[in-house]
């Protein structure tokens, strides 16, 4: 199946001039749903992943999936204050002013292989905060994988020496 | 594996006299995680499970795995202003206040069967107004299963008609 085809577009949302991609289309169908899972997680099967990074909130519904898929755990960013545990933190900027993520500290083993899990990849900015969290809790960063590449903001170069993978290329 | 030794309690979180019941070591925990997923979905193999209803955000982290293990789709519930196609959405009162939760007009089409899934049940007030919302949809519910039921809280009174699971209770 081609998952495009189950990606419904929204002109001018969440704000004008943005073509926003909504893959609500391809979670509702079971058999496409099934088919991204399985595409995220083929290239790391026999890996040994420990951890797979969910980030908050779209990135949630797909890797805890692909965790289940692989016999892996989930580990959590979140926006700022939604940890309820001690947490790193990493702020990256935005187009207007920053954000800040956050993990808790005994979210990623030293020397656990991870992969890292979310929805789209546009700018880069908040994987790349993403990986260094990881890389500072002593994780062993295994790939990036994304349903969906924007690859016209040219995401790729914020995360070097990452593997990157995509499904659906824009 | 007994489930609620890999859940962490953070007294007074988010406020004092909340004793917060943090998933996070559970989620990280590969084999805990797996033993979840796979008893929440376990009731509903063979019942023929179109669509897993996630709850933003904490139920997401749930309902797609198990959406995975049946075979099914994965509808969202998310707060007001975060979908971005055209909505239906319910109110609901807080201890102090309200909030508002959202779906897709078209995230459960009539006669789908359709399961409930999210972290926790507290009061009920969340899972009260998504089920409304599926109704309303024409899904026919036949089930909600949670990962935590906090028994004090009464939120079974909430859901009738709905048979509800619950397998960590406090």
């Known amino acids: 199946m081609d998952l495009k085809s189950k990606i419904r577009e929204i002109p001018d949302w969440p704000k004008p001039g943005v073509n ?5 289309p391809l979670l509702q169908d079971a058999a496409a749903f099934k088919q991204a899972i399985d595409e995220l997680a083929a290239p790391y099967i026999g890996k040994q992943v420990d951890v797979v990074v969910a980030i908050d ?13 692989l016999d892996a755990g989930v580990a959590l960013v979140r926006k700022k204050g939604k940890l309820p545990w001690k947490t ?9 002013g920053s954000n800040i993520i956050e993990m ?3 979210a990623v083993k030293p020397g656990q292989k991870v992969l890292m899990v ?12 993403a990986v260094w969290m990881v890389r500072q809790l002593g994780g062993e960063i295994i790939g990036a994988s994304f349903l969906i590449g924007l690859s016209f903001l040219n995401g790729k170069e914020k995360l070097s020496g990452v593997e990157v993978k995509e499904l659906v290329i824009y």
């Not at 790193?88 to 207007?96: G, P, T």
């Open 20 to 24: 926003f991609k909504d893959i609500a």
């Open 57 to 69: 909130a779209r990135g949630f519904l797909l890797a805890t999936a692909v965790a289940y898929k």
């Open 88 to 96: 790193i933190n990493r702020e990256y900027a935005l187009e207007y």
């Open 104 to 106: 808790h500290e005994d």
């Open 118 to 129: 979310d929805d789209v990849l546009a700018t880069g900015g908040t994987m790349e905060a």
